[in-house]
Protein backbone atom coordinates (compact mmCIF):
# COMPACT_ATOMS: atom_id res chain seq x y z
CA UNK A 1 0.00 0.00 0.00
CA UNK A 2 2.02 2.65 -1.35
CA UNK A 3 -0.77 5.30 -0.84
CA UNK A 4 -1.79 4.90 2.67
CA UNK A 5 0.30 7.63 4.30
CA UNK A 6 -0.48 10.38 1.75
CA UNK A 7 -3.92 9.53 1.78
CA UNK A 8 -3.87 9.02 5.63
CA UNK A 9 -2.47 12.62 5.62
CA UNK A 10 -4.88 14.14 2.85
CA UNK A 11 -7.73 12.81 5.37
CA UNK A 12 -6.32 14.25 8.67
CA UNK A 13 -5.84 17.57 6.50
CA UNK A 14 -9.58 17.69 5.61
CA UNK A 15 -10.81 16.64 9.00
CA UNK A 16 -8.77 19.43 10.36
CA UNK A 17 -10.27 21.94 7.60
CA UNK A 18 -13.48 21.30 8.26
CA UNK A 19 -13.53 20.98 12.29
CA UNK A 20 -11.82 24.79 11.92
CA UNK A 21 -14.20 25.84 9.68
CA UNK A 22 -17.49 24.82 11.78
CA UNK A 23 -15.62 26.40 14.54
CA UNK A 24 -14.84 29.80 12.41
CA UNK A 25 -18.48 29.80 10.99
CA UNK A 26 -19.71 29.15 14.99
CA UNK A 27 -17.72 32.36 16.28
CA UNK A 28 -18.91 34.40 13.37
CA UNK A 29 -22.80 32.94 14.00
CA UNK A 30 -22.67 34.03 17.76
CA UNK A 31 -20.38 37.78 17.26
CA UNK A 32 -23.40 38.65 14.56
CA UNK A 33 -26.39 37.52 16.95
CA UNK A 34 -27.41 34.42 14.85
CA UNK A 35 -26.66 36.00 11.18
CA UNK A 36 -28.82 37.44 9.02
CA UNK A 37 -25.93 39.46 7.36
CA UNK A 38 -25.42 39.57 3.73
CA UNK A 39 -23.58 36.47 3.18
CA UNK A 40 -25.10 34.09 6.02
CA UNK A 41 -26.55 32.21 2.98
CA UNK A 42 -23.13 31.06 2.02
CA UNK A 43 -22.12 30.21 5.46
CA UNK A 44 -24.58 27.84 5.59
CA UNK A 45 -23.50 25.76 2.64
CA UNK A 46 -20.10 25.89 3.97
CA UNK A 47 -20.82 24.56 7.27
CA UNK A 48 -23.03 22.00 5.79
CA UNK A 49 -19.95 20.74 3.66
CA UNK A 50 -17.95 21.26 6.44
CA UNK A 51 -20.34 18.69 8.64
CA UNK A 52 -20.24 16.33 5.95
CA UNK A 53 -16.47 16.15 5.54
CA UNK A 54 -15.87 15.78 9.29
CA UNK A 55 -18.40 12.87 9.41
CA UNK A 56 -16.77 11.26 6.40
CA UNK A 57 -13.22 11.73 7.14
CA UNK A 58 -12.82 9.47 10.08
CA UNK A 59 -15.10 6.63 8.15
CA UNK A 60 -12.61 6.87 5.69
CA UNK A 61 -9.64 7.01 7.70
CA UNK A 62 -10.92 3.67 9.68
CA UNK A 63 -11.45 1.98 6.75
CA UNK A 64 -7.99 3.12 5.31
CA UNK A 65 -6.64 1.28 8.42
CA UNK A 66 -8.75 -1.63 8.32
CA UNK A 67 -7.80 -2.23 4.72
CA UNK A 68 -4.11 -2.17 5.74
CA UNK A 69 -4.83 -4.29 8.61
CA UNK A 70 -6.45 -6.56 6.62
CA UNK A 71 -3.57 -6.45 3.57
CA UNK A 72 -0.74 -7.06 6.31
CA UNK A 73 -2.27 -10.08 7.88
CA UNK A 74 -2.85 -11.81 4.47
CA UNK A 75 0.82 -11.06 3.41
CA UNK A 76 1.77 -13.09 6.83
CA UNK A 77 2.55 -16.96 6.51
CA UNK A 78 0.42 -18.76 8.52
Known amino acids: MKLFKP ?3 VLIALFSLSILAIIGIT ?3 FSTDGGGFAGSDLLVGIGFGSML ?3 ACP ?8 ASWIKR ?3 MKV
Open 73 to 75: RSD
Open 27 to 29: LIT
Open 59 to 66: VLIALLVL
Open 53 to 55: VAI
Open 7 to 9: ALI
